[in-house]
């Protein structure tokens, strides 16, 4: 079943459960991914919508750390809910080894020799981590292994 078709399900689903705080997330997700379906003109692929989502818990887990630190439990449990929402939707995250173990992989395939070559590593991970790890981290991990 396509992620699309999975929310649409999930909504409905929501609604009849009478699940505010899920209904609610779930249509901002549709929300997002119909506003760059029309901006873009065309119809997402399930890595596009993953890509999507991905930017929204991104959001949400900054606005969560930013309320913890305000001292604003009540909005940052909102973000955490939403959070959690969004993260079904997602793919199974990969663990520190199987993330390790792509990374040496597009190394080698790559033939990177330093830190010239990070942006040939990072073209062959992208694809394959995109949802499933944090790419920020990811990066982190390629420039200690190039360097």
């Known amino acids: 079943m396509a992620l699309i078709d999975k929310l649409k399900q999930e909504q409905k689903s929501a609604m009849r459960a009478k699940d505010k705080i899920r209904l609610g997330t779930i249509r901002l997700a549709l929300s997002a991914i119909k506003q760059r379906e029309v901006d873009e003109r065309i119809t ?7 890509a999507v989502l991905t930017k929204m818990v991104k959001q949400r887990r900054d606005s969560f750390a930013q309320y913890e630190s305000a001292g604003r439990q009540d909005l940052a449990d909102a973000e955490k809910a939403e959070i959690t929402v969004l993260e079904e939707f997602m ?9 390790a173990a792509l990374i040496a992989n597009a190394v080698t395939e ?6 010239q070559d990070m942006g040939k590593v990072m073209a062959l991970l992208k694809p394959q981590l995109q949802g499933r790890a944090d790419m920020g981290k990811v990066s982190g991990l390629v420039k200690a292994q190039l360097a």
């Open 44 to 50: 997402l692929s399930d890595d596009e919508i993953v």
């Open 91 to 99: 793919p199974q995250p990969l663990t520190e080894t199987e993330v």
């Open 110 to 115: 790559s033939s990177a020799k330093g830190m």
